[in-house]
């Protein structure tokens, strides 16, 4: 794709002929922001983002979900236009703030796609109110034990780290690109919607600590805490689908596959061409899968 038609891509390309409400929801103390979208009496399905995005995440997956559900996508604490607490935002927290948004939407059970981190949170949930969930859906899995990784591994992510506090301490369009390349491997797919949006928030005042308080949230202490265990994956007891990106063997490659050999009777699907979003790189693919498994 060249570079010009990149640019004529549009967030809209998505949301144009889609029906939706986009707001903010008091969970507990603070402020969620939130899109809606759906018949308000079909089945609740909650999209979870991943670390340092917003509900945006899924801008490829709302519209299709829609039409036999009723989507709610939202910024965790700490993320997008959000409250951010000034403190250390750990999956706990989160857990916390999609309880509190399932009671306020007012539903009695929903079910759940999360995305990394969203799927860390997503999965937590499910071990905890297992009553409150139909179905959980898990792309690019993350949370489990880490292990000591060789010392080029570490310094990789020691770098990644310092590039991603290096981008909310310097916001630039280029900065935001560097961030988009381990999310999404094909430039052309680096819609500059998504970057100019991640831009504006990494500009907004008092980012550079609250970012410092996001990333803190999976410091190796803070993640021993929130980690999940073996046990708590095998006391998983909703019907769940976790999905393997395969053309991307990596850390989360690694951990959907713990996920796989630990939940009771999970189904498990691989996703070609897809990095770490596949819910973008390959949306319709993605879209399918997820429908027929919540539909299901």
Known sequence: MADTERERLSIWRYLDKLAFTQGYVKTGAHATRYIQAGPKDAPPLIMVHGMGGTWENFIANVGAHAQHFNVVAFDLLGHGYSDKPDQTLAVEDYVQQLGALVDAFGFQRVSLLGLSIGGWISTKFTVRQPERVDRLLVLS??????????????????????????????????????????????????????????????KLPGMSRNMRNVFAGISPPVWDRNMLTDDELRSVSRPTLVVGCVDHPDVFLKMAQEYRALIPGVQYAEIRHASHWPQWEEADALNEMSLAFFRA
């Open 141 to 202: 899995a993350w949370g489990r034990p880490r292990a000591v990784e060789p010392p080029e591994v570490q310094a990789r992510m020691k770098a990644m780290m310092e590039k991603r506090l290096k981008a909310v301490d310097e916001p630039t369009f280029q900065a935001m690109d560097d961030i988009f390349e381990g999310l999404v491997a094909n430039p052309a797919q680096r819609m500059e919607d998504l970057l100019a949006l991640r831009l504006r928030v990494y």
